[in-house]
């Protein structure tokens, strides 16, 4: 009896100090995790990223590198969001768009860049600017834990890897209602009070809690008002290379063209 007893002992001994047992996520909370990111990101400085947007059958590919920082996000981008590869630089506030040169005479400009803006009054704003303004927005994760600091809530959390990286991986699920403004994917404000409910976005954050990948599943925004499912809708944003050396600068001003109305 006494060996039996010594022995349970020293098995429960051995799984208080099995090495092989995960600690739990850091974060039960949306807000702590959102600023804890938040303040990961500005002290990376930078990173490469990649974006995949899919709504049902179209899809478009991004890819660029951005520059962090307490006055805000500059990034460089290529996508293929009109069907052809377009650059796009976000700098000092300023979204700049390199047309393509078979396009410039459509958009009135000889020049290759030109500034866009949602509110902007020429046609290529107009058709553009907003689309092109939420595409730049997705990519800068600070916009995303802003919105997931505001109305998120987690509902999981696991640590794991993503690509070999290890990761602390949250689902978390943000309320349309207490967003405000702030919206996703364009979504205009007046209809909030149709849609109503909630979407899910997923985080993965690396050790000192930058953000790895993030997902933005807005498939519910696009299901039907008698709750039939709509098209399926994800952005998804990959961060690489945390705190390498960047190339972020607006385009030089001889170089843009000014849009008229």
């Given at each position: 009896?006494?060996?039996?007893?010594?022995?349970?002992?020293?098995?429960?001994?051995?799984?208080?100090?099995d090495s092989s047992a995960?600690?739990?996520?850091?974060?039960t909370d949306a807000?702590?995790?959102?600023?804890?990111?938040?303040?990961?990101?500005?002290?990376?400085?930078?990173?490469?990223?990649?974006?995949?947007?899919a709504v049902g059958s179209v899809r478009s590919k991004g890819q660029g590198q951005a520059r962090f920082g307490a006055g805000g996000t500059s990034q460089v981008m290529t996508t293929d969001f009109i069907g052809e590869p377009m650059e796009l630089r976000l700098v000092a506030g300023k979204l700049?768009?390199?047309?393509?040169?078979?396009?410039?005479?459509?958009?009135?400009?000889?020049?290759?860049?030109?500034e866009v803006a949602p509110?902007?009054?020429?046609?290529?704003?107009?058709?553009?600017?907003g689309s092109l303004g939420q595409l730049a927005a997705q990519n800068d994760p600070a916009h995303t834990l802003g919105e997931v600091a505001a109305?998120?809530?987690?509902?999981?959390?696991?640590?794991?890897?993503?690509?070999?990286?290890?990761?602390?991986?949250?689902?978390?699920?943000l309320d349309l209602a207490k967003l405000g403004a702030d919206l996703p994917a364009g979504l205009a404000a007046d209809e909030?009070?149709?849609?109503?409910?909630?979407?899910?976005?997923?985080?993965?954050?690396d050790d000192t809690h930058r953000p790895l990948q993030i997902v933005l599943d807005l498939s519910p925004i696009l299901a039907g008002s008698d709750g039939s499912p709509g098209s399926g809708a994800k952005i998804t944003t990959r961060y690489t290379e945390w705190g390498a050396p960047v190339d972020v600068q607006a385009p030089p001003p001889d170089q843009v063209g000014t849009l008229t109305p």
């Open positions: 009896m006494r060996k039996a007893a010594v022995v349970l002992l020293l098995a429960l001994l051995a799984g208080a100090c995960s600690p739990p996520p850091t974060f807000r702590a995790l959102a600023d804890a990111a938040t303040a990961a990101t500005t002290s990376g400085g930078s990173a490469k990223f990649a974006t995949d947007v700049y768009a390199k047309v393509p040169e078979g396009s410039r005479d459509q958009v009135g400009t000889a020049k290759p860049w030109v509110d902007g009054t020429d046609p290529f704003s107009q058709v553009l600017g109305a998120g809530t987690i509902v999981s959390a696991e640590r794991g890897d993503l690509g070999g990286v290890a990761a602390e991986h949250y689902r978390v699920d909030v009070g149709q849609l109503g409910g909630k979407f899910p976005v997923e985080l993965w954050l």
